[in-house]
């Protein structure tokens, strides 16, 4: 009996283990298949960002586009956005989160307005949609859900960084020679004072100011490591050669915010003192190896003081480049504003879709390129503008507590620290023609890949808060 006992309970463990062994492999399996899907999502959401920036040109510009001016990037953001709702209970909770409701707001507005546009204008809607594509990439937040909710958005930047390198690389030889070395560049000559000519780039760096500020915010929260001097150099002297005032305002911004934000979180402002020796060694080899390896490198230097310089009475006298902005861009969008509809603005307007007709269309259209807030208010109205300033005020609110209360100082972290930054600067280093970080073509820059990671954050702060209730 003893043995028949011994050998009933033999049986069973083999039993066991072959159960168990059948679980973990259907549990690799779909871990596998996870991870292909997240990777799927992350490599379209790279081919998307790779062909609207054209970065490279690896294949021919107009290999690119399918019919008129619609290119493969268009159809794969909407075939991005029409996959993430297919698969909308992956993410359900972050979709219904509260902290996405004013988000959601916005983008439903945008949805309105499409609507009410084509009416009022009288647009087949197919073709108006189509004509729109900038806007919709602000609808690129659900995607990002998805991939958040996968894991994936780590392989994503595994995807970005070598391109990042290379782009930011040619970036440099095509700003010091002012041959077009990327193809979608815009490259244009411009006189500073002293008789100063430069050549200025726009567009190609491919998101190297996000490894730039990266490096430097694992420097801060970790440690300091010598080799990644090598990355945050080669991601700075573009943005340095790219004689961009505000940018430089910018980025130097946001590293005094991450240092602070570092320093409250850890309620330690002595380790300010360590942060800002990182920050010296970093001023001084970027220095000198710009004095080293850039070629002409007197020359550059004083074309970058008189680029810093230039225009300091530009406020005084309203004139120069800030002045023509606050006066041309702000009071002609404003005017525009009152004589339309106040409510509702003039809507997805045929000049800015189509193109514009006249002359003073052609002044309005200009005016849209770069300002925010009077943007907004032409373009969406009052109402438009209030759902731009709500988003601000509240996102810059619940990202400070994100910080504060986060524990863990790696990618998400990071990218709510730019979160903060970016809302704070717009709203008041930038307010004169900035003040909001949404425009014309819905949300600027980043903002569809922060919110998606300050939704996640802030839910699972709440399912830890919550846990932590029920353990007492």
Same mark, same amino acid.
């Given at each position: ?363 309005? #259209? ?94 699972? #702060? ?11």
């Amino acid at each position: 009996m003893r043995f028949r006992k011994t050998q009933e309970l033999d049986t069973q463990k083999l039993r066991s283990d072959r159960a168990s062994i059948l679980y973990s492999e259907n549990f690799l399996k779909e871990e596998y298949i996870t991870s292909l899907k997240s990777r799927g999502v992350a490599l379209a959401i790279f081919l998307y960002y790779f062909i609207e920036s054209g970065t490279l040109g690896i294949l021919p510009e107009k290999l690119y586009f399918v019919y008129r001016n619609m290119r493969i990037s268009d159809f794969i953001l909407y075939a991005l956005v029409a996959y993430s709702l297919f698969c909308y209970r992956e993410y359900k909770e972050l979709f219904k989160s509260r902290s996405f409701l004013i988000a959601k707001l916005f983008l439903a507005y945008m949805v309105f307005e499409f609507s009410v546009s084509f009416l009022r204008y009288e647009f087949n809607p197919i073709e108006y949609f189509f004509r729109l594509k900038g806007l919709w990439s602000s609808f690129l937040i659900l995607p990002y859900m998805l991939l958040i909710k996968r894991s994936g958005l780590p392989f994503l930047i595994k995807l970005i960084f070598p391109v990042a390198v290379i782009s930011n690389f040619l970036y440099l030889l095509t700003a010091l020679t002012g041959i077009p070395f990327l193809p979608d560049v815009n490259i244009i000559r411009q006189q500073l004072p002293g008789d100063i000519e430069v050549y200025r780039v726009y567009g190609g760096t491919f998101y190297g100011e996000l490894f730039f500020l990266g490096f430097i915010y694992f420097w801060i929260t970790k440690r300091f490591r010598m080799w990644q001097m090598f990355f945050v150099v080669l991601f700075a002297f573009p943005h340095v050669l790219a004689m961009g005032r505000l940018a430089w305002l910018g980025f130097s911004f946001t590293i005094i915010v991450m240092i602070i934000l570092n320093s409250l979180r850890k309620r330690d402002f002595r380790i300010v003192f360590r942060q800002a020796l990182i920050i010296i060694i970093l001023s001084v080899s970027l220095v000198i190896s710009f004095l080293q390896f850039i070629p002409e490198s007197e020359f550059y230097v004083r074309a970058l003081n008189s680029r810093l310089f230039q225009g300091q009475d530009d406020v005084k006298y309203s004139e120069g480049t800030y002045g023509t902005r606050i006066i041309t861009q702000n009071s002609v969008l404003v005017s525009l504003w009152e004589k339309n509809d106040l409510f509702l603005g003039i809507g997805m307007h045929p000049m800015w879709v189509v193109g514009p007709d006249t002359k003073e269309e052609l002044l309005y #259209n200009s005016a849209f390129s770069d300002v925010g807030w009077p943007a907004v208010l032409a373009a969406y109205g009052m109402i438009g503008l209030a759902f731009s300033l709500l988003l601000q005020i509240y996102y810059i609110f619940i990202s400070f507590r994100i910080i504060r209360n986060s524990k863990d100082q790696g990618l998400y972290t990071f990218l709510i620290n730019l979160l903060f930054a970016k809302l704070v600067f717009d709203s008041v280093v930038g307010f004169s023609y900035i003040l909001v970080s949404a425009g014309l073509w819905g949300l600027f820059g980043l903002l569809n890949i922060y919110l998606p990671v300050l939704v996640y954050l802030y839910e699972q #702060n709440k399912s830890k808060s919550v846990n932590k209730i029920r353990l007492r």
